[in-house]
């Protein structure tokens, strides 16, 4: 099984879309992702990171539901 973590941009680099790294937050996690398959996403966009592409952008809306699911596992 894979899973998918959502995170927010906090900072791009390169300005070549195949290129485009972004510095990502996940709870105060920072990693490098990949930004080529999501070459709209902006600075404090949340991405669905997938071994280090961003897949997908969320709304914020959409990333907090997914937060608070992944609390609720947590506590089980």
Do not use: T, W
């Not at 099984?1 to 995170?7: K, Q, R, S």
């Not at 709870?27 to 961003?54: C, K, Q, T």
């Amino acid at each position: 099984m894979c899973l998918a973590v959502p995170g927010i941009i906090l900072s791009i680099s390169e300005d070549d879309p195949l290129m485009k790294i972004g510095k990502v937050s996940f709870g105060g996690s920072l990693r490098n992702v990949n930004l080529a398959y999501v070459p709209e996403a902006r600075v404090n966009d949340y991405v669905i990171v997938h071994v280090g592409f961003a897949i997908s952008i969320l709304d914020e809306k959409e990333a907090a539901r997914i937060f608070d699911y992944l609390d609720q596992i947590h506590e089980i």
